[in-house]
């Protein structure tokens, strides 16, 4: 493992001091940062996959020498070796521990789970990279690895946030996905002369939508109508009965005007002298 990691180390080492970039700080990120994550989870790699391995034979060959061993026991007693009993009760129990430790340990420490993301992220760092060197792949595009600089960041970083995702997966918050903007998303790909007439029709569409809402919550269009009806009878009942009352309070007040009159006159005749009749 030393070998090969140090024989990559100075083999892409010495392709990154070549490199055309816009200073040497560039050289020097892509070594601490590209090549050491490399070297990092090559290195986890070879170190998981050897306790991997071992727990893995031994849950295996255990299996496979467990009911071996239980089946001696059906032979003939007489041609078995003398305390046979107890040497297979022994075997027996040390290979069903080994086995059951085995597979614990497999578990508590998901090495199966790390061996496989461990080396699927080293050899997708390792193609990201010599994507990059070659200008291939997604860098075809580029004309200068100057120019690929940044892309090159970015997608080694996606790498890495994915695989620490993995590792504290349930163990740290995760951040709310970004909502998808339909609207921001289709302005962008359209033209300038459809986005006025899109956003005039998003704008009628949630104007319509309101009002539809709202006569949603007012309730069903015939109860509407019927409490219309019923409101409009109602005013004309008051309007009628407030006319009624009006009509009579005229007709109580053209009565009491009348008789006050009346009597007026009566008074007036009697304060006048009587007039003498002509001879």
């Known amino acids: 493992m030393s070998d090969l990691g140090f024989s990559y180390k100075d083999e892409v080492g010495e392709i990154i001091e ?3 970039l816009s200073s040497k700080t560039e050289n020097s990120i892509l070594k601490s940062r590209f090549l050491s994550e490399v070297l990092n989870y090559e290195k986890r790699k070879v170190h998981t996959k050897k306790y991997y391995n071992v727990f893995r034979f031994i849950v295996t060959t255990g299996s496979i020498l467990l009911p071996a061993v239980l089946s001696l026991g059906q032979m003939d007693p007489a041609k078995l070796p003398r305390n046979f009993e107890t040497i297979s009760y022994w075997i027996s129990w040390t290979i069903s521990l080994s086995v059951t430790a085995s597979n614990g340990f497999l578990q508590l420490f998901s090495l199966d789970k790390n061996y496989f993301e461990y ?9 990201e990279g010599w994507q990059y ?7 075809d595009e580029y004309e200068s690895h100057r120019a690929a600089y940044r892309p090159f960041c970015k997608s080694i970083e ?15 918050e995760v951040k709310k996905k970004k909502e998808f903007d339909f609207k921001k998303e289709l302005s962008a790909v359209l033209p ?3 986005e006025k007439n899109m956003n005039t029709n998003i704008e009628d569409r949630l104007q319509n939508d309101n009002i539809l809402s709202l006569l949603k919550g007012l309730g069903d269009p015939k ?4 409490q219309k009806s019923n409101l409009e009878q109602k005013i004309m009942g008051e309007v009628g009965n407030v006319q009624s009352v009006i009509e009579e309070k005229v007709d109580v007040a053209k009565e009491t005007a009348s008789e ?6 009566e008074k007036i005749d009697e304060a006048a002298p009587p007039t003498e009749s002509k001879k």
Request: aromatic share 8%; glycine share 8%.
């Open 260 to 265: 006050i009159i009346n009597q007026s006159v």
């Open 223 to 226: 109860d509407l109508m019927a």
């Open 133 to 139: 060197f070659q200008l291939s792949g997604k860098y």
């Open 119 to 127: 080396a699927i992220t080293t050899e997708q760092l390792k193609t």
């Open 192 to 194: 300038d002369k459809y």
């Open 18 to 20: 070549g490199l055309e």
């Open 158 to 172: 996606n790498i890495k946030r994915k695989q620490v995702e993995k590792e504290f997966s349930g163990k740290g």
